[in-house]
């Protein structure tokens, strides 16, 4: 069974970092993407970062030169570095992972529960 787990959301000032982690587990296969989406109340998620295997990353362009995404292939897991945080980066943070598994040879979204990230003025 595919976990995905996100972690290192929090509260910070406007203009400071946090750095975001997210464990894909459950499947003999390497994520074919992996990548981070918000989402406030009210309003559609939204992607954020993503990175595809061979694709390379894709960035919102709210977040293109503030946000870093990369990821640990041998870990199965993404990171997201948000460096000069707006108070309109204020959101849950989701993780999604695309991936393979025994049962199913089709890759699939699976997603984490979710990180909240408040940033205050």
């Known amino acids: 069974q595919v976990q995905v787990v996100e972690s290192g959301g929090g509260l910070v000032q406007a203009g400071g970092s946090l750095r975001l982690s997210c464990v894909a587990s459950g499947s003999n296969f390497s994520p074919n993407a992996m990548g981070w989406y918000r989402q406030t109340p009210g309003k559609q998620r939204e992607l954020v970062a993503t990175?595809?295997?061979?694709?390379?990353?894709k960035y919102a362009d709210s977040v293109k030169g503030r946000f870093t995404i990369s990821r640990d292939n041998a870990k199965n897991t993404v990171y997201l570095q948000m460096n000069t945080l707006k108070p309109e980066d204020t959101a849950v943070y989701y993780c999604?992972?695309?991936?393979?598994?025994?049962?199913?040879?089709?890759?699939?979204?699976?997603w984490g529960q979710g990180t909240q990230v408040t940033v205050s003025s």
């Open positions: 999604k992972a695309t991936l393979r598994t025994q049962s199913y040879t089709i890759p699939r979204d699976y």
């Open positions: 990175d595809t295997t061979g694709g390379g990353p």
